[in-house]
């Protein structure tokens, strides 16, 4: 696993998490505001993010829209805002645990411990799908792959789109074409077999844990998101 990313801009709450982190058993990294914080988050592959709020600049909940636009990273919101109106909203958007200051450094520490024992689980919303590293962004109708645009046909997003709304479900080539090409089609069904082709080449680089297209000979198609590593 990577390195807790602690992203505070105070150097004494950042110090004193540092070492309780490490005490743990984690790697840490310390970023004392929000833009080091995104800029270093690639490289970092951080294993979770203990994220202040009140940042100098690029605030916490730019932070989280960030990170949350790359994948599933589990996000700890710490900050001296403790209303109910701003944990729901980093919860809303996108916050696995919210810890208000002040907080005990061994309270944080359980919390990193209950989140990271969660299941990895897939975030299915209205605005986006997440698989991991993989993000369809239903808004945009961008797929995106580590956080990088993959160029996607229309009717190939359509297709992944559709299988990423029912993860898991076996479809035969007959019912994606009446749903993804429309009843009026009057082709091959060889079209769902080529589209299928052109994702999987697309998505070659998509960790086969966090979920893959697959084939179910004499059945159809699926796409399996494995939602409990």
């Not at 919101?77 to 919860?91: C, F, Q």
């Not at 046909?153 to 479900?169: G, K, V």
Request: glycine share 10%; hydrophobic share 40%.
């Amino acid at each position: 696993m990577g390195p807790i990313m602690i992203v505070e801009d105070e150097d004494a709450i950042a110090r004193v998490l540092a070492a309780y982190v490490r005490k743990a058993g984690y790697e840490s990294l310390v970023c004392n505001d929000g833009s080091q914080a995104l800029a270093s988050f690639d490289e970092a592959k951080p294993g979770l993010v203990l994220l202040d709020v009140m940042l100098p600049g690029t605030d916490g909940w730019e932070v989280l829209r960030g990170i949350r636009a790359k994948g599933s990273c589990p996000v700890i919101m710490l900050t001296a805002r403790g209303e109910v109106g701003d944990r729901i909203r980093g919860l809303n958007g996108g916050a696995d645990d919210y810890i208000a200051k002040p907080f005990e450094p061994e309270e944080v520490v359980a919390r990193i411990q209950a989140v990271l024992r969660r299941p990895a689980q897939s975030l299915v919303g209205r605005d986006q799908i997440v698989f991991g590293s993989l993000r369809i962004d239903r808004q945009s109708r961008g797929v995106y792959l580590n956080g990088a645009l993959l160029s996607v046909t229309p009717r190939d997003l359509s297709l992944l789109l559709f299988l990423a709304e029912h993860p898991n479900r076996i479809f035969e080539r007959e019912q994606l074409i009446e749903k993804v090409w429309g009843i009026d089609y009057e082709g091959s069904d060889r079209a769902v077999d080529l589209s299928v082709k052109r994702l999987r080449s697309l998505l070659l680089h998509w960790p086969a844990e966090e979920g893959e297209i697959r084939t179910l000979r004499g059945t159809g198609y699926q796409l399996h998101a494995n939602t409990n590593r």
